[in-house]
């Protein structure tokens, strides 16, 4: 993929983002035509990325491709393939519709 970067975000000492931190080099290692870009919250340029959707702590990720709509996923993944599926995958953003449009429906119908 041509111009695409992989976004990390972590907090030192956070439990949740020392579970990530392996799995995250494990795919960057296995992933060599994405950019891979880790950023830790004592860094300076945190503040530009805090402002991204969904964010609303550590550990946030995040996948942009020119000409594509980003892809965000908040907090930890259990594992690698969990994380890949999510942020790099097609499904899981349709899954994710469709769960909402049902529950939606489900929510007006007792109105």
């Not at 290692?29 to 550590?58: A, C, H, R, V």
């Not at 020119?66 to 953003?93: C, H, I, M, N, W």
Request: with cysteine; charged share 30%; aromatic share 12%.
């Amino acid at each position: 993929m041509k111009g695409a970067n992989a976004l990390y975000l972590y907090m030192d000492g956070c439990p949740h983002c020392e579970k990530m931190n392996p799995i995250w080099d494990d795919i960057a290692n296995s992933m060599q035509d994405i950019k891979f870009t880790k950023i830790e919250s004592k860094d300076s340029k945190i503040n530009q990325y805090k402002k991204l959707p969904g964010f609303d702590g550590f550990p946030f990720f995040a996948f942009f491709v020119p000409g594509k709509k980003p892809r965000y996923v908040a907090g930890s993944r259990p594992d690698k393939a969990t994380l890949v599926k999510e942020l790099f995958g097609t499904q899981g953003g349709r899954r994710t519709r469709h769960r909402t449009r049902r529950l939606t429906r489900r929510w007006r119908s007792k109105l």
